[in-house]
């Protein structure tokens, strides 16, 4: 009569070990999504105490009077008419510029991407490298290289209000001392001054890097075997490029830049730096002509020590929120309703 004997050999310890593992495993795992959960619940529970808190108190001024009313010293009178105008009128110029620049940038790096020459790559790398590392710079640094190169110009031209080169109609100053602008809109001068022009290309260069990577990833996303195959019908370069490649990635590259303007519209640093003043009751008369945007605004408000302005600052926050989500929810479509799956 055999006795059955019990082994704790080698085999059964391991079995015992790899057990305990995938025990200590899989409770790290259900910690660690408890630990997301609870953070992704204290962010949503912030994000609702901010809304509620603004859309309280911001919604006893919001009308249509206060869209189009001009800025007052008495907060129920007071609008942010000519803050939409120029936020409006910036972004506008800052797409006209910025939008085709960064555009042709990413083309020129990711279609004509040098294959042959070890100083063209290095050099290749660095621009890359390079716009990577503006995209995030602070805004107000930006601000800073706006009033230097665009607002004075480095001094090479006099000073903005005596300028070496003034187009069109010229400040003139009436008998009682107050001073006028004719209406003309293609007034120009050099230097550009604190106008609308100079807010825009500062803008310009706050945007440029983030449209540049989205294009260059739109257009990473389009399949080589699109390209090969235009080549080798016998396309050139150009026309691959042109009636291929840039076609496929429009859906991307459009999606990128409409977010990239969500951003210029609510930067507060850098035109605070190039309009200087924020409390204007008109609105732009031409690109040289002095300006205020709806961040400048709702930032004016906002400081006054009276509670009634913090309500108004607060129906502000509103429209600009307004406005963003707008942005967003555009190129959300845009993404879903021009992507096409690519082979």
Request: net charge positive.
């Amino acid at each position: 009569m055999s006795a059955e004997v019990t082994t704790f050999g080698p085999d059964r310890l391991s079995r015992h070990g790899r057990a305990a593992s995938i025990a200590l495993r899989m409770l790290k795992d259900r910690g660690f999504v408890v630990i997301c959960i609870l953070a992704a619940t204290s962010s949503i529970l912030v994000l609702s105490w901010l809304l509620w808190s603004i859309l309280s108190s911001g919604l006893t001024y919001l009308d249509w009077a206060f869209l189009d009313d001009v800025p007052s010293r008495k907060p129920e009178k007071a609008g942010m008419g000519p803050a939409i105008i120029g936020s409006v009128l910036v972004c506008a110029v800052c797409a006209f510029f910025a939008l085709p620049i960064g555009v042709g940038s990413a083309v020129f790096l990711e279609e004509y991407k040098p294959t042959k020459g070890k100083w063209v790559k290095r050099l290749h790398a660095f621009v890359q490298l390079n716009i990577s590392n503006l995209a995030g710079v602070p805004s107000i640094v930006y601000g800073i290289i706006g009033l230097t190169v665009f607002v004075e110009m480095f001094g090479l031209f006099g000073s903005a209000n005596d300028p070496a080169l003034a187009i069109g109609s010229h400040p003139f100053e009436a008998s009682d001392g107050s001073s006028y602008l004719e209406q003309a809109w293609y007034y120009f001068q050099l230097p550009i001054g604190r106008g609308v022009l100079a807010g825009a290309l500062t803008l310009m260069l706050v945007i440029l890097p983030v449209v540049i990577i989205s294009a260059q990833e739109a257009l990473r996303a389009v399949p080589d075997s699109l390209r090969h195959a235009a080549l080798g019908v016998g396309a050139t370069r150009w026309q691959m490029v042109s009636k291929v490649s840039l076609p496929a990635a429009v859906p991307g590259i459009m999606t990128g830049s409409i977010l990239a303007m969500s951003r210029a519209i609510g930067e507060a640093a850098p035109m605070l730096v190039i309009a200087g003043i924020v409390f204007i009751t008109y609105t732009p008369l031409h690109l040289m002509d002095d300006f205020t945007v709806m961040p400048l605004q709702i930032y004016e408000w906002a400081k006054k020590p009276q509670e009634a302005f913090h309500a108004v600052a607060a129906s502000g926050i509103i429209v600009l929120l307004a406005v963003l989500l707008g942005f967003n929810a555009l190129a959300v479509f845009i993404r879903n309703k021009f992507h096409k799956p690519l082979s």
